[in-house]
C-alpha cells in the first residue's frame, strides 16, 4: 500500500504564483523526508530535505512546512518560474530502509 | 566526476527474453537501490542492498533479480517472469541511513 500520499497529481500556476504540493503519511517511525524534483527523460534530484525535530525549512525559493502531529509535509515554491515546470515526488524513510515515494505531482508553470 | 550511471538508456527486450541493466557508482555509497516508474505511479521499489553480497526485496520484486558482488555494482535483471516490463527503471545510491539519494538518470526498457 502507498505509505506516502501525495495531492495534487497535477498543479498550474502563473508564473510569480506559489504552487504548494503535500504530503501525507501513517508510519510515526519515519524520519526523514525529502522533496525531489525530476524533468522529463532524468533521474529524480533531490531539493530539499527536513527531519520531523524541524518544523520549517527553507532554501532559496524553496519551503517546506513540517506538521508532525498531522503527519503531513509540503512543499512551497516561491516566485515560480517557468523552469521550475517537473514533476516533483516528495519521499519519506526510516533507519536503513528505502525511501518510499508518492506517486508525483506535475507542476507547469506558465509565463 | 562522482556519480551514478546507468546504461543503456534505452532497452528493447522481445517476449520471453531476460535483459539486464547495468547500475555502477563511483561515490563509495554503501546502499543501493532499484526503483520502477510508471505514469501517475510514482517510484516503486524492487529491490535494494544495503552491503555488498547482501540485497532485499521491496515491493514489487516479483520478476527481478539483483547481484551486488562489488560495492560500485548493482545490475537489475529482468526475467521473463517479469509480465509487464515496459517502464522507467531508477537505479540510486545512498552513502547511509536517512542521507540524499542520488539518482542515474534512467533506462527506459520497451517489450517489442
Known amino acids: 500500500q502507498q505509505q506516502v500520499k501525495q495531492s495534487p497529481q497535477s498543479l498550474i500556476v502563473q508564473k510569480g504564483g506559489i504552487p504548494i504540493i503535500n504530503c501525507a503519511y501513517e508510519?510515526?517511525?519515519?524520519?526523514?523526508f525529502p522533496w525531489y524534483q525530476q524533468f522529463p527523460g532524468k533521474g529524480p534530484a533531490l531539493l530539499i530535505a527536513?527531519?520531523?525535530?524541524?518544523s520549517e525549512k527553507k532554501e532559496g525559493r524553496f519551503t517546506i512546512s513540517f506538521n508532525k502531529s498531522a503527519k503531513q509535509f509540503s512543499l512551497h515554491i516561491m516566485d515560480s518560474q517557468p523552469g521550475d515546470s517537473a514533476t516533483y515526488f516528495c519521499?519519506?524513510?526510516?533507519?536503513?530502509?528505502?525511501?518510499?515515494f508518492g506517486k508525483g505531482t506535475s507542476l507547469l508553470v506558465t509565463p | 566526476d562522482g556519480g551514478i550511471t546507468q546504461s543503456p538508456k534505452y532497452l528493447f527486450r522481445k517476449e520471453g527474453q531476460n535483459v539486464t541493466l547495468s547500475c555502477e557508482q563511483n561515490l563509495n555509497h554503501d546502499a543501493m537501490y532499484w526503483y520502477r516508474q510508471d505514469p501517475g505511479q510514482g517510484l516503486r521499489l524492487i529491490y535494494y542492498s544495503q552491503i555488498v553480497n547482501d540485497f532485499q526485496k521491496g515491493d514489487i520484486a516479483e520478476g527481478y533479480s539483483v547481484s551486488r558482488e562489488k560495492k560500485e555494482s548493482f545490475p537489475l535483471t529482468v526475467t521473463s517472469a517479469q509480465k509487464n516490463p515496459t517502464a522507467f527503471y531508477l537505479c540510486?545510491?545512498?552513502?547511509?541511513?536517512?542521507?540524499?539519494?542520488?539518482f542515474g538518470q534512467g533506462t527506459r526498457l520497451t517489450v517489442v
Open positions: 519521499a519519506a524513510s526510516m533507519l536503513r530502509y528505502a525511501l518510499n
Open positions: 540510486a545510491s545512498r552513502v547511509g541511513v536517512g542521507t540524499e539519494a542520488f
Open positions: 508510519n510515526t517511525a519515519f524520519d526523514y
Open positions: 527536513i527531519r520531523p525535530d524541524v
